[in-house]
């Protein structure tokens, strides 16, 4: 599966984006899915997860109850609204995919075998 993160850009503290991750193939469905993101001189970390009915959903501590990862089998995509951007939320964002009908935690990016090109978030102050 080929994977391409897009809606990144400039917004400023307190405000909002939306990220899309738009999936090829026709087995999208069979996919768990995975938003990282990676700081400048910082590992890249989990951002949030979703098995691949929608049914579970995974989130870092920090960004409870501000971000939301949803999915459209349908469309072959997968989103994160985030909400309430912090400075810290500044990074690259990746969406990646593992083929497993596992609804477990995956926050370990070794478990994602698909990973699309990043998309830049920046929050200013």
């Known amino acids: 599966v080929q994977l391409q993160a897009y809606g990144g850009g400039l917004v400023q503290g307190g405000g909002s984006l939306s990220l899309s991750c738009a999936a090829s193939g026709r087995t999208f469905s069979r996919y768990y899915m995975g938003w990282f993101r990676q700081a400048p001189g910082k590992e890249r970390e989990f951002v949030a997860g979703?098995?691949?009915?929608?049914?579970?959903?995974y989130y870092r501590d920090s960004v409870k109850g501000r971000f939301t990862i949803s999915r459209d089998n349908a469309k072959n995509t997968v989103y994160l609204q985030m909400n309430s951007l912090k400075i810290e939320d500044t990074a690259i964002y990746y969406c990646?995919?593992?083929?497993?009908?596992?609804?477990?935690?995956?926050?370990?990016?070794?478990?994602?075998?698909?990973w699309g090109h990043g998309t830049q978030v920046t929050v200013s102050s």
């Open positions: 979703i098995s691949y009915s929608g049914g579970s959903t």
């Open positions: 990646a995919a593992e083929r497993t009908f596992s609804t477990w935690f995956k926050y370990n990016a070794n478990e994602y075998e698909y």
